[in-house]
């Protein structure tokens, strides 16, 4: 009798603990399936988009457990991004047409001095803060100043002797022509196939750069991936008045509060990262 009770306690214990285990390893399988592969983060230009990036990707190349502030931003001080590869923008492939007709370097086209002080002159091909010899200078872009044909006319009308914000010929090229009166899907579609290649590869993918909620966001999520909105207040809030940096907000973008230290911000990245993407 007694050995019959223990012999029942025995398989009983057995039985459970086996049926826990079943629990554990179904419920580590939910997660998995349930991780978040493809990121998108948006927010103002000067919020922190491309740095919150570069903290995403060396956290999941060392690991939750390992990662720290000191050696991300040992690699960030001498521009060094770990695990760069995972990390695209929509705007890569505008940045690379732009370089290829224009013959600008392309490195030049991501640095954020570059891009706010430099202009390019389509008469001499020379990309500098000079503007004092150009007949015509272009440096904003909306609507009211810069319409869809008139930088073509004014081409013409000053026999090329135009500069050109390096800042705005990125936004006139992509929104103006490319997205507004060529195919608005355009680069969106070409950004999320090269996400879906580098996810199958490498794990991760993710695009620092989203702007546009109904399609560029929509078109993230609509993969299964999601958006980050960095938000970063500042005492001198003149944003860009271009389409292309008008950011919406939406309930369901995971927000990241940018107004407070680096460490901070690696920190609640790096929750980010252990909560969603391991």
Same mark, same amino acid.
């Given at each position: ?18 049926? *826990? ?39 999941? %190349?060392?690991?939750?457990m ?6 991300w931003? +040992? ?13 695209? %923008? ?18 030049? +086209? ?35 100043? +810069?319409?869809y ?39 969106i579609?070409?950004t ?14 993710i ?46 973008? *995971? ?13 609640k990245? +790096? ?8």
């Open positions: 009798m007694i050995f019959n009770i223990k012999f029942s306690i025995i398989i009983t214990s057995k039985f459970l603990l086996y049926f *826990y285990i079943c629990l554990d390893k179904q419920k580590q399988i939910i997660m998995s399936i349930n991780k978040v592969t493809i990121v998108g983060i948006k927010g103002f230009k000067g919020s922190g988009k491309d740095t919150v990036a570069s903290m995403i990707s060396y956290i999941l %190349h060392d690991g939750i390992k990662a720290n502030y000191d050696t931003l +040992l690699y960030h001080k001498n521009d060094f991004i770990e695990n760069d590869e995972i990390i695209i %923008h929509f705007a890569d492939k505008l940045k690379d047409d732009i370089a290829a007709f224009c013959g600008i370097d392309r490195k030049l +086209l991501d640095r954020q001095d570059i891009k706010e002080e430099n202009y390019y002159n389509f008469k001499t091909g020379i990309v500098s803060t000079n503007i004092k010899d150009a007949t015509y200078v272009v440096d904003k872009c909306n609507d009211a100043i +810069l319409k044909n008139d930088l073509s006319s004014y081409l013409v009308l000053y026999n090329n002797n135009v500069s050109i914000k390096i800042r705005v010929l990125l936004q006139y090229y992509g929104t103006n022509v490319i997205r507004n009166h060529f195919w608005h899907e355009a680069f579609r070409y999320i196939n090269k996400a879906f290649d580098i996810r199958n590869s490498k794990g991760q993918c695009i620092a750069d989203a702007r546009f909620d109904n399609d560029e966001c929509k078109a993230i999520r609509d993969c299964g991936g999601m958006i980050i909105r960095v938000d970063r207040k500042s005492n001198n809030d003149n944003h860009d008045s271009h389409e292309s940096e008008q950011i919406t907000i939406n309930k369901n973008d *995971y927000v990241i509060d940018n107004t407070g230290t680096l460490v901070g911000l690696f920190y990245v +790096l929750k980010f990262v252990t909560d969603y993407m391991v």
